[in-house]
């Protein structure tokens, strides 16, 4: 199969994805126990408030009506109406995701820059102290829960040694790349936590091929049969490792808004359930999901261009 | 028997190699990750069970005069949260709480994700397309998001928990079991076994399922920290157990704007979050290396 057919068959399958998720987050609501009207008006609900309530939320219609709606609305790019704040969801949304895609953004780049580092740094080592070390360390830092390493950071850089604020966003760029630099931190260390392990296991077993040992026959600088040879080749498996978790970094940042008070996706989402604005929580769970899909199809397509041998079939 | 046929001078009894305590180990299936974990794994669960015996105090009961206490104080070792509470007796009565989440967090998903795997590798056809496509949606939303979404329909605490892991975490066990089927149902036992007219259910309880549960297994521990980690993410955010309860997640909550005043409240149970996760980390890594 030729790069073209492989990219319709990848959308294909994509198209089907998206329209899986619409069902999902649609069921959501409507096959799980609890009604969205009952647990909105709260414990002091007349059975009459609810009914009203249902009726005016459109809750009574047939399903597949109720489905369409919420379909067309997506596609239109109308999401509803919060029930918290009475604004639409797609102002409420499209004013932050840009915060969250940036510290997202921000954290792969930091997340890049530490895998190369110590994924390098222990698989050239490989077995002697510094090896060990790193391999410790980001095991520790894989445990722990993004929102601790968070505020460990916090009591640490900020409180401890004042090199970075405690919490918030800026105004300026300058300010944003500075107030973001220790959440995107975070999420980067607990990403580059797994991928650093691979990335080390990747490079240790491929420094073994022939290639490699034939680059080093020639002559070639170690530095350079590292770089074209060994990491060109083992940063594949890597990178699909990074799609795999593209999710649990969403996840993850969503959390550290939280902890460092970023007013992005993270802090609307988690207020709209306390609050139970199901409309917000739907949107959202929607918009990550589809980023989760977009990453994942750019991995793929990527593939064919990190590495000219992979063949479609 | 018995006798030592390659050199009959040496007495039988006289050991030819002295195992090092590394090879001992290997002999009864263990590796140095894999004791570790347990040995750390062992004295949580055994702390966990004796909290009552291993502390005086109540976790729940409050004495204001004694608030902020540091670690190291008399009475208090690992010092006192805003409310007075003795920090030792919140960590280990939340111990109980947090092995509760681990281990029924996995109960559901690793027998359901286990029964989808096999009968969509075993069966083929379109059982296993419409379950791997199933599957390609389930993985498009970001684990914590999803569980999330359920928990915002259903309302916030432990059962809605529970209820959002079991509807989303059977998710890896399916996939690594379905791979490990597909290997296997070509293999002649299995081909013996339906030769010798045993039925579709039969097979796949019997032949199929010992020999491809072995990853999925390995694979429990790993799910299991990530379903600490989620539920201490769920309760650092208000939606698991509910205060007074102690619980590490929450209590790193209660800590957060102490964080000045009173450093231990989010830095201890974070410790024990992290010493709980890592012994269950090396024990799924030790079982993988065994494999």
């Known amino acids: 199969m030729g790069r073209g057919a492989y990219i319709r068959r990848r959308l294909f399958l994509t198209v089907f994805v998206l329209f899986g998720v619409t069902i999902l987050i649609f069921g959501m609501v409507h096959f799980l126990p609890g009604d969205p009207a009952a647990?909105?008006?709260?414990?002091?609900?007349?059975t009459q408030n609810i009914a009203e309530?249902?009726?005016q939320l459109g809750l009574n219609k047939p399903l597949p009506e109720q489905y369409w709606m919420f379909v067309s609305?997506?596609?239109?790019?109308?999401?509803?109406?919060?029930?918290?704040?009475?604004?639409?969801?797609?102002?409420?949304?499209?004013?932050?995701?840009?915060?969250?895609i940036g510290l997202a953004l921000y954290a792969i780049l930091l997340a890049a820059f530490l895998t190369f580092t110590f994924g390098l740094l222990a698989a050239v080592n490989k077995d002697t102290w510094i090896d060990q070390l790193v391999r410790v360390s980001f095991l520790f830092v894989l445990t722990m829960p993004n929102f601790w390493l968070g505020i460990l950071l916090i009591l640490v850089l900020s409180l401890g040694l004042h090199w970075f604020p405690v919490a918030g966003f800026g105004t300026t760029f300058t300010d944003h790349i500075w107030y973001l630099f220790l959440p995107a931190l975070t999420i980067a260390l607990a990403l580059s936590a797994v991928l650093i392990r691979n990335l080390r296991s990747s490079v240790i077993s491929t420094t073994r091929s022939d290639y490699v040992r034939t680059a080093r026959a020639k002559g070639l600088l170690e530095r350079i049969v590292l770089m074209r040879h060994i990491l060109r080749n083992a940063v594949l498996s890597t990178v699909t490792i990074f799609g795999?978790?593209?999710?649990f970094l969403i996840g993850g940042a969503l959390v550290v808004e939280i902890v460092f008070a970023i007013p992005g996706l993270g802090q609307l989402l988690f207020t709209s359930i306390t609050s139970r604005d199901y409309p917000v929580v739907q949107a959202i769970t929607v918009i990550t999901a589809l980023m989760v899909i977009l990453v994942n199809l750019i991995v793929d397509l990527s593939y064919s261009f990190l590495d000219p041998r992979v063949t479609y079939g | 028997m018995g006798e030592n046929v390659l050199n009959p001078a040496l007495p039988h009894s006289a050991p030819l190699l002295r195992l090092s305590f590394g090879m001992r180990l290997q002999k009864?299936?263990?590796?140095?990750?894999?004791?570790?974990?347990?040995?750390?794994?062992?004295?949580?669960?055994?702390?966990?069970?004796?909290?009552?015996?291993l502390t005086p105090y109540d976790p729940i009961a409050q004495k204001l005069d004694e608030a902020f206490k540091p670690p190291?104080?008399?009475?208090?070792?690992?010092?006192?949260?805003?409310?007075?509470?003795?920090?030792?007796?919140?960590?280990?009565?939340?111990?109980?709480?947090?092995?509760?989440?681990?281990?029924?967090?996995?109960?559901?998903?690793?027998?359901?994700?286990?029964?989808?795997?096999i009968s969509a590798g075993y069966l083929g056809g379109h059982v296993d397309t419409v379950l791997m496509r199933v599957l390609d949606v389930m993985m498009a939303f970001p684990f914590l998001v999803l569980v999330v979404a359920i928990m915002s329909v259903m309302g916030p605490g432990l059962f809605s928990m529970y209820v959002a892991f079991g509807l989303v975490g059977w998710i890896p066990y399916a996939r690594i079991t379905r791979g490990e089927t597909l290997t296997t149902r070509n293999l002649e036992y299995i081909h013996a076994a339906r030769t010798i007219g045993a039925t579709t259910p039969r097979v796949m309880v019997r032949h199929v399922l010992p020999n491809v549960i072995g990853p999925g297994l390995v694979y429990v521990f790993t799910g299991m920290v990530l379903a600490i980690l989620v539920g201490a993410t769920l309760s650092y955010l208000g939606l698991g157990p509910q205060p007074p309860t102690p619980e590490w997640g929450a209590?790193?909550?209660?800590?957060?704007?102490?964080?000045?005043?009173?450093?231990?409240?989010?830095?201890?149970p974070g410790l024990a979050l992290l010493i709980f996760g890592v012994a269950l980390s090396l024990i799924g890594d030790g079982l993988a290396d065994r494999r």
């Open chain 2, 72 to 117: 190291l104080s008399p009475n208090h070792p690992l010092g006192t949260d805003n409310f007075g509470r003795d920090m030792w007796s919140r960590i280990l009565y939340s111990a109980r709480l947090d092995l509760q989440i681990g281990l029924l967090s996995v109960v559901f998903p690793f027998v359901f994700g286990i029964f989808v795997g």
């Open chain 1, 73 to 100: 609305g997506l596609v239109r790019g109308q999401m509803g109406t919060s029930m918290q704040f009475h604004q639409p969801v797609r102002d409420m949304v499209v004013s932050r995701l840009p915060i969250s």
């Open chain 2, 251 to 268: 209590m790193i909550a209660a800590g957060r704007q102490f964080l000045l005043q009173a450093p231990w409240m989010t830095a201890l």
């Open chain 1, 53 to 55: 309530l249902r009726e």
């Open chain 1, 39 to 46: 647990t909105l008006l709260g414990d002091r609900a007349t």
């Open chain 2, 28 to 53: 009864i299936g263990l590796n140095p990750t894999l004791l570790a974990g347990l040995v750390i794994l062992s004295v949580v669960v055994l702390m966990a069970i004796a909290a009552p015996l």
């Open chain 1, 244 to 247: 795999l978790q593209f999710g």
